[in-house]
Nanobody
Framework: QVQLVESGGGLVQPGGSLRLSCAASGSILSVNTMGWYRQAPGKERELVATIISDGITNYAESVKGRFTISRDNAKITVYLQMNSLKPEDTAVYYC??????????????WGKGTLVTVSS
């Protein structure tokens, strides 16, 4: 099995910064795309940012220029640096990874989520 564990959420004032981390472990042969999604109260889960194994990134329009996604392939960890946070960024942030398992299956996995609250 594969586990994704997020960390780094919390309460921050508008304009502040947070850095999220997500470490993957378990029966992993390789990891293709890793990404962050978020779900605000009463809303559907939405894409925040993704990064593929060669470093190519993709961002939601609402976070471009404020958020930066990166990954450490050796540690099988993805990061999300969030700057200039706004109240509308408040949500549970979920890590996602597209994994090639040691049984050569390609499967998607989700973390349990970490809460980010932007409020004064």
């Amino acid at each position: 099995q594969v586990q994704l564990v997020e960390s780094g959420g919390g309460l921050v004032q508008p304009g502040g910064s947070l850095r999220l981390s997500c470490a993957a472990s378990g029966s992993i042969l390789s990891v293709n795309t890793m990404g962050w999604y978020r779900q605000a109260p009463g809303k559907e889960r939405e894409l925040v940012a993704t990064i593929i194994s060669d470093g190519i990134t993709n961002y939601a329009e609402s976070v471009k220029g404020r958020f930066t996604i990166s990954r450490d392939n050796a540690k099988i960890t993805v990061y999300l640096q969030m700057n200039s946070l706004k109240p509308e960024d408040t949500a549970v942030y979920y890590c996602n990874a597209n994994v090639v398992t040691r049984r050569n299956n390609v499967l998607g996995f989700w973390g349990k989520g970490t809460l980010v609250t932007v409020s004064s």
